[in-house]
Nanobody
Framework: QVQLVESGGGLEKAGGSLTLSCRAS????????MGWYRQAPGKQRELVAA???????NYAEDVKDRATISRDNAESTVYLHMSTLKPEDTAVYYC??????????????????WGQGTQVTVSS
């Protein structure tokens, strides 16, 4: 069973920065894409940034100049660094990994695992 543990959230001031981390543990043969999503109150969960196994990155338009996603494959960890924080960055941030999964005798080459979420609050 794969588990994701996120850390690094909290209360930040506008203009500040933070780094979130998410480590995967359990039986993992390989990890495909890794990413960060966020969900603000009353809104749908949205992609913040993603990184492929080859290191290609993708960012949401409103964070692309302020965010950097990276991964440490040896540690099965994905990071999200954000700077110049804004109050509208306030949300619960979730990490997601795409990894193979075995369920009984069935093999799924791609399965989404989610973290439990970490709250980020940016005060003005």
């Amino acid at each position: 069973q794969v588990q994701l543990v996120e850390s690094g959230g909290g209360l930040e001031k506008a203009g500040g920065s933070l780094t979130l981390s998410c480590r995967a543990s359990g039986v993992i043969s390989s990890i495909n894409a890794m990413g960060w999503y966020r969900q603000a109150p009353g809104k749908q969960r949205e992609l913040v940034a993603a990184i492929t196994s080859g290191g290609a990155t993708n960012y949401a338009e409103d964070v692309k100049d302020r965010a950097t996603i990276s991964r440490d494959n040896a540690e099965s960890t994905v990071y999200l660094h954000m700077s110049t924080l804004k109050p509208e960055d306030t949300a619960v941030y979730y990490c997601k990994i795409d990894a193979p999964r075995y369920s009984g005798s069935t093999y799924y080459p791609s399965y989404d695992y989610w973290g439990q979420g970490t709250q980020v609050t940016v005060s003005s």
